[in-house]
């Protein structure tokens, strides 16, 4: 009768294991299947590759400026990168839920970003501009009241442009879309960072970017609130590559070379 009873205690131990399997195994899985790696030496970088020339795709491979500086900075960690692309909204919550070490996307040092992550040094200036259709009545920051603006979802354009008076605001999820938009009359105006604008122009025509900058910006890249270890880390790195040269080489290989203006 006792040995009945024991036998039936590990029937049912096993078959709670069978039906948990999942979350019994899944700590082992996760470092061994290249799906959702994340171990030791990996240093996942979270990105949206939706803004050049930041980031954006080449075929499969995430590359740009913030791919480029991220491998530079994995290097000098001795660490393997690995780029998770994702919705632009997401990389903050991916970075503050440890699903990946640190965002890198054109980031906006904010202060209400910062109640959330930590940011390194910064690496870049940007501003906000303003994108019209050429033969556009707006001429700057003034004549967007009332005004249907375009923006990318998340971003601090989509902040800026809840500030204007009377503004309505269309969110999209990718900043082309937004542009796309203005070209087939939707929207008359999106704002956005400077750089990927002025790719944009480049792939949509009949669009110009207004003289007039809209806000001057600052990127770094974000890390875990209080996740100091690696803060202290990348930014040595980053240091390195400002000190040695290696960041305005990336730079002007994306930027300067071939934009003269
Ligand atoms: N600088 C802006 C921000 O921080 C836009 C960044 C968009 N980046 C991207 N990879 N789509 O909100």
Do not use: H, W
Request: with cysteine.
């Amino acid at each position: 009768m006792v040995m009945k009873l024991k036998k039936l205690v590990s029937v049912l131990l096993v078959g709670a294991c069978v039906v948990s399997l999942a979350a019994c195994g899944s700590d082992k899985k996760e470092k061994s299947d290249d799906g959702d790696k994340k171990s030791k030496d990996t240093l996942v970088m979270a990105t949206n590759a939706e803004f050049p020339p930041y980031e954006f795709r080449d075929g499969d491979d995430v590359v740009g400026i913030d791919a480029e500086v991220a491998q530079a900075i994995a290097d000098k960690l001795g660490m393997e990168l690995k780029i998770e692309d994702m919705a632009f909204d997401s990389i903050i919550p991916a970075v503050t839920s440890g699903k990946a070490d640190f965002g890198a996307a054109g980031l906006t040092v904010t202060d209400e970003r910062k109640e959330n992550v930590d940011f390194t040094d910064t690496y870049a200036k940007a501003t906000q501009v303003i994108m019209v259709k050429e033969d556009s009545k707006v001429a700057g920051p003034d004549d967007l009241t009332g005004k249907k603006i375009g923006v990318q979802l998340g971003t601090t354009g989509d902040i800026y442009a809840g500030d204007i008076e009377d503004a309505e605001v269309e969110r999209y999820n990718k900043g082309f879309e937004a542009v796309q938009a203005l070209q087939q009359g939707k929207i008359d105006a999106v704002v956005i960072d400077g750089e990927p604008a002025k790719e944009f122009v480049k792939q949509a025509e009949g669009i110009k970017i207004l003289d007039e900058a809209f806000t001057e910006e600052e990127y770094a890249l974000a890390v875990d609130k209080g996740n100091e270890d690696l803060l202290g880390k990348i930014n040595d790195a980053l240091n390195e590559l400002k000190d040695n040269g290696k960041l305005d080489e990336i730079v002007d290989k994306y930027i300067n070379a071939d934009d003269a203006e």
